[in-house]
C-alpha cells in the first residue's frame, strides 16, 4: 500500500505539499490525509459529513468510540512503559491507565483525526465520555471491535438505536476493517460477527 501511495505522480504533488504546512497549526492533517488517501489513490472510501457541519448525538459517540479503538490497538500487546517520577512502570495493555490516557489523548486530538467543522463537537463529546471510565474498560478490555461502540452508544449511553447506528457505519472515519464496499452489501449481524471475527484474529497474531 505504502508503494502504491509512493509511486503515484499525482501523489507525489501532494506529498511535495506536506513541507509547506504548518506545524503549529494542525487542521490541515485530516485534509491532506483525505485527498492522499482518498482523491489520489482511492485506498479510503469517500465519507460524508453531515451538510449542517453537526454530527448528531449518535454520530459523535460513535466517532468517538472508533477513533479511540484506533489509538488503543495501535499500542504494544505485551505492554509499555511509562515515567513515574524517576522510574518506569510497565502499563498493561488494555488495562484501565491504558484506556483512560487513551481518552485523554483522543479529547486533545480530534483535529487530527476530522475537519474543523466537527472537531469542537467531538472533543466535547469525548471530554464527556470520560465519565463512562469503567463502562469504557469493561467493554475494551474484552473486545476492540466495532461492536464494543454499539453497545457503548446504543445499550450504555443510548445516543442511537440499533438501526440508526447501523446506518452511520459506513461513514465513519475509523470503520476501515471491513472493505467498504462490502458495509451496504450485508447484514448488520454478519458485519459485526465478521469484523470481530477479524479482531480476534489480528489480535492472537500481534
Not at 509511486?7 to 509547506?20: I, Q, R
Request: net charge negative; aromatic share 8%.
Amino acid at each position: 500500500m505504502l508503494g502504491q501511495i509512493l509511486t503515484n505522480s499525482a501523489c507525489e504533488m501532494v506529498l511535495a505539499d506536506f513541507g509547506d504546512m504548518d506545524p503549529k497549526d494542525l487542521s490541515w492533517v485530516p485534509r491532506f490525509k483525505r485527498k492522499l488517501c482518498t482523491l489520489e489513490t482511492e485506498l479510503c472510501s469517500r465519507k460524508r459529513t453531515p451538510p449542517d457541519h453537526h454530527m448528531s448525538p449518535c454520530r459523535l459517540c460513535a466517532e468517538t468510540m472508533q477513533d479511540l479503538i484506533y489509538i488503543l490497538r495501535r499500542a504494544p500487546r505485551n505492554g509499555f512503559f511509562r515515567a513515574k517520577g524517576t522510574k518506569k512502570v510497565k502499563v498493561k495493555f488494555l488495562g484501565s491507565f491504558h484506556i483512560r490516557t487513551a481518552m485523554q489523548e483522543l479529547c486533545s486530538s480530534t483535529n487530527l483525526r476530522h475537519g474543523v467543522s466537527v472537531a469542537s463537537d467531538l472533543e466535547e463529546k469525548c471530554e464527556n465520555m470520560l465519565e463512562f471510565e469503567e463502562e469504557l474498560h469493561a467493554l475494551l478490555n474484552r473486545n476492540l471491535s466495532m461492536s464494543s461502540s454499539r453497545s457503548m452508544c446504543v445499550d450504555l449511553i443510548q445516543d442511537c438505536t440499533h438501526g440508526e447506528f447501523d446506518g452511520i457505519v459506513p461513514q465513519l472515519e475509523n470503520a476501515h476493517f471491513i472493505p467498504f464496499s462490502e458495509v451496504g452489501n450485508i447484514s448488520s449481524a454478519k458485519f459485526y460477527a465478521q469484523e470481530s471475527e477479524l479482531y480476534a484474529s489480528t489480535h492472537e497474531e500481534l
